[in-house]
């Protein structure tokens, strides 16, 4: 049985007076591919940004490998392996993808190296010295992932990695999930995209109203898909 990576108990979060999470409970295990479903608003990415220590305020429990951090600071977080790719992707467009590739600091031992990333990423190789937003919207999403696994984080949250991105696109970071999965990374993620998430994930998580509503895995996942299409309007 693999170790419990993230442990999220009674996690309740505000940005200002705002209350958007009302106590979600989840775990991931070490090696696991989890998604968050859900309308928008549901708090998937305020859940993301909670653990992170992103949001205005939270209290509950979120523990990292057995570490709580709901009292630490969100560079303190990142260094117990994790690392947050949000929506936005965050790409410095006066910088070159190599120097976007480089920017962040090396926060636990195990970082992939360049070489590996060029490997797995052979875009991101070819366009090294382009302007970062002269890069492709699936070659920046590919940076934004790159950047985090050069800092040693293992477990990844990915937020709407798929938005937006033609089909060819989606179906090259599918695979680069594969291939993070092998590698024994731990993910979770948000996707608006039910067709790229339903193959990849081990286990699905259902939000609404800043709480977790449904579980379920892979193997029920065909059971539930007449309900899931109806909840979520896909």
Known sequence: MSATFLEVRDLHAWYGESHVLHGVNFDVKEGEVVTL???????????????????????????????????????????????????????????????????????????????????????????????????????????????????????LLLDEISEGLAPVIVQKLAEMVKMLRAKGYTIVMVEQNFRFAAPLADRFLVMEHGEIQQEFTQAELPARLAKLHEYLGV
Not at 103 to 109: A, T, V
Not at 122 to 148: D, F
């Open 37 to 155: 479903l859900g309308r928008n608003g549901a708090g998937r990415t305020s859940t993301m940004r909670a653990i992170m220590g992103l949001t205005g305020s939270r209290k509950g429990s979120v523990k990292v490998m057995g570490t709580e951090t709901i009292g630490l600071a969100t560079h303190k977080i990142a260094r117990l392996g994790i690392g947050y790719c949000p929506e936005e992707r965050g790409i410095f467009s006066s910088l070159s993808a190599e120097e976007n590739l480089m920017l962040p600091p090396e926060l636990s031992k195990g970082g992939m190296s360049v070489d590996e990333i060029y490997a797995m990423f052979p875009n991101l190789k070819e366009r090294a010295n382009s302007q970062g937003t002269r890069l492709s919207g699936g070659e920046q999403q590919m940076l934004a992932v790159a950047r985090i696994l050069r800092t040693g984080a293992r477990l």
